[in-house]
């Protein structure tokens, strides 16, 4: 387990955890969107210079291996506030409450960790930077969280997020956050992320909104209806009213927009959607069939798919509106492209080979490569933000959702539902969210989520059921 | 019979012996002998030792080393002194080795040290050289020392034995302590290989359960080997915080965000298992003993 | 008497093979897709309306194989029958629909709808109907008609629809 840090951090943040306890439990707050501060110095004591071979220097060595794929126990007690006031968020005795929920939900859900039950004490406001690590460890938890929010005067909150490791009894992390009210859920993830991307080495991604079709009604009439929402399910909203059917959005990368197809007006097109106006414009003004599109990383090009003809081809259009650009021109369907997170290549669904297989090319439409030789058919591919792994769906009886390298092989299916469909990866690369659909007269489809190594595949839950998550990037 | 009928008996007669013929040289021009084995020497030693010279720690005893010569002067010829296992550190009575950390340049051993050294024809002989079998070798000692005993760098009784063990020879026998530094082994005592294994056995042994107990990060860290250096104490509590040594292996560009959780496991493998028990005493401080060694610690998969 | 009666038999046996027209080649379409008043009785079904359509055609629908676009004998004729109606009241803007089953993608089932519709779209065009009246839409596999998970289900769901807008 994580709890035991090397000596430097320990005895580093020992001395500035007694150095905090001596004086008002006040950290330094660090607003939004500075970088994180950890509080201690780089974990590393000098080594060897040369980083020799340790063989040759005649010293004995012991070799040992173990380890194990297990959640991490970790103590998340209620954060404590100085003065209860009342905030338009809400009490701030019960914003801790929470806040605290919100940091264990977050790391539950990861798969990595595992949130004592019981024995979650409460915590008085001086305890936060001075632990009872005996209690802790008794208890069953090797790292703590420890927390406490304040209201500023000028109606802003403040929350501080401690991280603990309880058997070397040493101060990890330390990170503070003012944010308007309204934000005071983001204070919790991004205190959960300093905690996973300490712990793991893993990037954050608690803080992160995903964008999707909820769905509701019979199967022959569903009501299809743009959503978003935090990753956690927090803060849920409708965003088209349901008339017209709404499908594969996407965030764009500065988060002011998603992309997406509606059938308003009975005409399938692709509409750019400004999240804080409300408002939509058409992208591609003409009558064919556009639908799938995707906004570059550098925000400039909406990639889509156009079907001219009967036929289904790849383009890009400027953001702004344009003429669009042809980047595929088989007589086959090429549909579902998607950026590297570089922006210089892109990976695609074609079936022509006869069957639908991934192909890979350049950002400008050249050298078109398939990349999938399995047996089987591959979709929907979408490239890892990591850049080393491409998700996709794979049919072969039933619909799986798997993984394999850019260059194709090293392929994995991660899941074995019937009808798991859609992947989309989290910002750091290490969760992918799908739809899985039950089957028969009665059949729904879900959100649900699996981590990259293939453990915790969980339901997300949401308003009402759902479909084509699409999740966005990291919130600054 | 006819003349047919006997004709073809008599075919048949030769045509079964031909066939028991071949068949005879067949099993004779079958199969080749077996190749002789070429005998082996095999050496049944009970312990293997690494080093075969003096270990180096003890410094060259401050005496000048005299050639062999003839037995010394009121000693009875040390006929058997051959068989002396020749201990490196002079073979003393228990006592001597034991607290006071001084070294051995004792009047006593010193005539016996020319024997020790029995130049390099020792090395064959010596492959046996027990390090642990200190016992053996004191109780050898013990009866060398009887049997070299009453020898007396004072004594300047001259003798005509032709003897190269003169005057001058004794003037160079000192008894001023050896420049070696100061150990609290127990003479003899080296790491060799068995030494080696036995200890890194009893420490991995004990750290396994908190090796068992970490958490493994993501796909690919089980590929990296993190290297750390434990400074221990004799009772096995670290000394001094451990140091993670700079150079890794198996790292790429997929795992290398797990360095650092692999590096916090291999030491939290140590620090969560502290304090190591059992450990021999007497190999703490030798030269590869366990005062300082090095953890490799990587993850399954 | 005897010969009335028969005479009777006879003349209902012929006047019921008579009116007892040929049985449908397709199955009646499911209840909510046509307005089919099989009584006819009503009046108010005004030539080249949609109701009027779908009672003169064989099928307003069309189906396909899996993974298909193309046209077998069956759908030809179907689609022969279409073709003889539009052309008759070359005034009806249509709208041609492509649906896919449920056992593809979201995105490659929009793509093979889509292909489906215009499949439909090019062979009335053959048949003299005016390219320009028929908008196609494509729903992927978004509105099935039958709900189950089974072959049956999935058969009936990948079709084309001739929807006559008025």
């Known amino acids: ?476 | 019979m006819t003349q047919r009928d006997g004709l073809g008996l008599g075919l048949a007669v030769v045509g079964h012996v031909a066939v028991f013929a071949l068949l005879s040289l067949a099993w004779t021009s079958a199969p080749p002998p077996p190749p002789q084995n070429k005998p082996i020497e095999v050496s049944l030693a009970d312990d293997v030792a690494l080093d075969q010279h003096a270990p180096a720690a003890p410094e060259p005893p401050a005496q000048s080393a005299a050639p062999e010569a003839g037995p010394p002067d009121d000693a009875p010829p040390p006929a058997k002194v051959a068989k002396v296992t020749p201990e490196p550190a002079p073979p003393k009575p228990q006592p001597e080795a034991a607290p006071p950390p001084k070294p051995a340049p004792k009047p006593v051993p010193a005539p016996k040290k020319p024997v020790a050294e029995k130049p390099d024809k020792p090395v064959k002989t010596k492959t046996p050289p027990a390090k642990a079998a200190a016992p053996a070798a004191k109780t050898e000692a013990k009866a060398t020392v009887a049997k070299a005993a009453g020898t007396n760098p004072k004594a300047t009784k001259p003798r005509p034995t032709g003897s190269l063990l003169d005057d001058d020879f004794r003037k160079g026998l000192t008894q001023a302590p050896s420049h070696a530094k100061v150990s609290q082994a127990a003479p003899g005592a080296t790491m060799d290989a068995k030494a080696t294994a036995d200890i890194g056995s009893a420490i991995q042994r004990q750290v396994q359960p908190c090796a068992n107990r970490q958490v493994i990060p993501g796909p690919g860290a089980a590929k990296i080997v993190a290297y750390v250096r434990l400074q221990l104490n004799r009772d096995g509590s670290l000394a001094a915080r451990p140091t993670i040594l700079p150079s890794h292996r198996g790292v790429d560009d997929d795992n290398r965000i797990y360095v650092d959780a692999v590096d916090r496991a291999a030491i939290a493998t140590f620090t969560g298992c502290a304090p190591l028990r059992g450990l021999p005493p007497e190999l703490y401080d030798v030269p590869r003993g366990w005062k300082v060694f090095i953890l490799t610690y990587h993850m399954p998969g | 008497m005897a010969k009335l009666t028969t005479s009777l038999l006879i003349g209902t046996a012929l006047f019921t093979a008579a009116c007892a027209k040929k049985p449908p080649a397709v199955i009646p379409p499911p209840p909510g897709q046509s307005v089919v008043d099989p009584n006819a009785g009503q009046p108010s079904i005004a030539p080249g309306s949609r109701a009027d359509f779908e009672r003169s055609v064989t099928s307003n629908t069309v189906n396909f194989a899996l993974d298909s676009f193309s046209l077998d004998d069956r759908a030809r004729a179907i689609l022969d029958s279409q073709a003889q109606w539009l052309t008759r009241y070359p005034n009806v803007p249509v709208s041609l629909e492509g649906h896919c089953d449920e056992r593809g993608t979201r995105e490659y089932n929009l793509a093979l709808g889509d292909r489906r519709a215009l499949a439909a779209k090019n062979y009335l065009a053959a048949r003299g109907v005016a390219p320009g009246r028929i908008s196609t839409i494509s729903y992927g596999k978004e509105r099935p008609i039958a709900l189950g998970s089974d072959e049956a289900s999935w058969a009936q769901n990948r079709r084309a629809v001739t929807i006559v807008l008025n």
């Open chain 1, 1 to 476: 387990m994580f709890h035991k840090m090397i000596f430097a951090l320990a005895l580093a943040g020992v001395a500035t955890g007694v150095a905090e306890a001596q004086t008002a439990p006040a950290p330094l707050p660090v607003p939004f969107p500075n970088a994180p501060q950890t509080g201690a110095p780089a974990p590393q004591a000098p080594g060897q210079p040369g980083g020799a071979n340790p063989q040759q220097q005649g010293e004995l060595v012991v070799d040992v291996v173990g380890g194990v794929s297990a959640p991490l126990g970790i103590a998340i007690p209620v954060m404590p506030t100085s003065d209860v006031v009342n905030t338009p968020a809400g009490r701030t005795d019960q914003l801790g409450q929470q806040l605290a929920q919100i940091v264990t939900t977050d790391l539950r859900n990861s798969g990595l960790f595992k949130p004592l039950d019981s024995g979650v004490k409460p915590v008085l406001f001086p305890e936060v930077t001075a632990p009872t690590f005996d209690y802790w460890g008794g208890a069953g938890a090797s790292a703590l969280v420890q927390g406490f929010i304040r209201a500023n005067g000028d109606g802003t909150l403040t929350v501080g997020c401690y991280l603990y490791d309880v058997t070397s009894r040493a101060e990890l992390a330390r990170q503070g956050f003012v944010v308007p009210p309204s934000e005071w859920r983001r204070a919790g993830h991004k205190c959960a992320d300093m905690v996973y991307s300490k712990l793991t080495g893993e990037g954050p991604y608690f803080d992160s909104r995903v964008v999707y079709v909820s769905e509701t009604g019979p199967k022959g009439k569903r009501i299809k209806r743009l959503a978003i929402m935090d990753q956690d399910g927090g803060n849920h909203r409708f965003l088209t009213n349901g008339q017209a059917i709404a499908l594969t959005p996407r965030l764009s990368p500065d988060q002011r927009s998603i992309v997406y197809m509606s059938y308003v007006e009975d005409r399938p097109a692709i509409y750019v959607y400004d999240i804080e106006s409300g408002r939509q414009r058409l992208l591609v003004p003409n009558t064919n069939l556009t639908f799938a599109p995707r906004v570059s990383p550098d925000g400039k090009w909406v990639l889509f798919s156009m079907a001219v003809g009967g036929n289904t081809d790849i383009y890009r259009v400027p953001f702004n509106g344009g003429t669009p650009q042809r980047l595929t021109d088989s007589p086959a369907i090429d549909t579902g492209g998607t950026y590297s997170p570089d922006g210089s290549r892109i990976v695609f669904e074609s079936d022509r080979s006869g069957t639908q297989q991934l192909y890979v090319m350049n950002a400008d439409g050249s050298q078109q490569q398939r990349i999938s030789f399995g047996s089987g058919r591959y979709a929907t591919p979408v490239w890892s933000p990591r850049g080393n792994l491409i998700a996709f769906t794979k049919i072969g009886g039933s619909f799986r959702i798997g993984i394999m390298s850019p260059a194709g092989g090293n392929e994995q299916l991660l899941t074995d539902g019937a009808q798991d469909e859609g992947p989309s990866w989290s910002p750091n690369g290490r969760v992918l969210m799908f739809f899985r659909s039950s089957g028969g007269g009665n059949g729904r489809a879900d959100l649900w989520s699996v981590d990259l190594t293939g453990v915790n595949v969980r339901r997300v839950p949401t308003v009402l059921d759902g479909s084509d998550p699409a999740w966005g990037p990291l919130r600054p």
